[in-house]
T-cell receptor, first 112, second 113 residues
Framework: EAQVTQNPRYLITVTGKKLTVTCSQNMNHEYMSWYRQDPGLGLRQIYYSMNVEVTDKGDVPEGYKVSRKEKRNFPLILESPSPNQTSLYFC???????????FGPGTRLTVT | DQQVKQNSPSLSVQEGRISILNCDYTNSMFDYFLWYKKYPAEGPTFLISISSIKDKNEDGRFTVFLNKSAKHLSLHIVPSQPGDSAVYFC????????????FGKGTKLSVKP
């Protein structure tokens, strides 16, 4: 089954404790992206990747890092999480940036 | 500065009638537009898209209209069904910044039986 998986689905952590949210897709897509969804703000792009070893900032990259060492995986790293990073995070992939994106189920992160 | 605006946070429609969701944009460089639907506790799912070289695209009950001069697009759902109740996001991108997708804040559609 074609899908985008994210782990963990739920995470509660404390300020400053490094964490990684994994994202994996099995569709051989070149394009992958991370978004956060906040009430009243909609979806905002954090980082995206056009292909392996090619990543670029979206609209809200501060406080986040990503890597794309292999095509299927695109982890999101929070080196020192802060409470303003409490949000619902979505990973997505597609064959091209302009095509339909397939979204993962989301990761709800709470930073206290 | 919000480049993609969905000015109606919510919309309520009777089953069987037409739902019209609107989206305005400010960046004239945008050349590709997409609509996504999102149910609670799920990731967004793609609905329909349109390139700036077209002014209409249709897929079953869903039609997207693009008015470039007004920088406006709309999604029409006919006929509306209770299962269409969800949050709808409009998104835009342009070739000069491939990969950077800008979303609106969403419109919550409620279709009443």
């Amino acid at each position: 089954e074609a899908q985008v998986t994210q782990n963990p689905r739920y995470l509660i952590t404390v300020t400053g404790k490094k964490l990684t949210v994994t994202c994996s897709q099995n569709m051989n897509h070149e394009y992958m992206s991370w978004y956060r969804q906040d009430p009243g703000l909609g979806l905002r792009q954090i980082y995206y990747s056009m292909n392996v070893e090619v990543t670029d900032k979206g609209d809200v990259p501060e406080g986040y890092k990503v890597s794309r060492k292999e095509k299927r995986n695109f982890p999101l790293i929070l080196e020192s999480p802060s409470p303003n990073q409490t949000s619902l995070y979505f990973c997505a992939s597609s064959p091209t940036p302009f095509g339909r994106q397939y979204f993962g189920p989301g990761t709800r992160l709470t930073v206290t | 500065d919000q480049q993609v605006k969905q000015n109606s946070p919510s919309l309520s429609v009777q089953e069987g009638r037409i739902s019209i969701l609107n989206c305005d944009y400010t960046n004239s460089m945008f050349d590709y537009f997409l609509w996504y639907k999102k149910y609670p506790a799920e990731g967004p799912t793609f609905l329909i898209s349109i390139s700036s070289i077209k002014d209409k695209n249709e897929d079953g009950r869903f039609t997207v209209f693009l008015n470039k001069s007004a920088k406006h697009l709309s999604l029409h759902i006919v006929p509306s069904q209770p299962g269409d109740s969800a949050v709808y996001f409009c998104a835009a991108s342009h070739g000069g910044s491939q990969g950077n997708l800008i979303f609106g804040k969403g419109t919550k559609l409620s279709v009443k039986p």
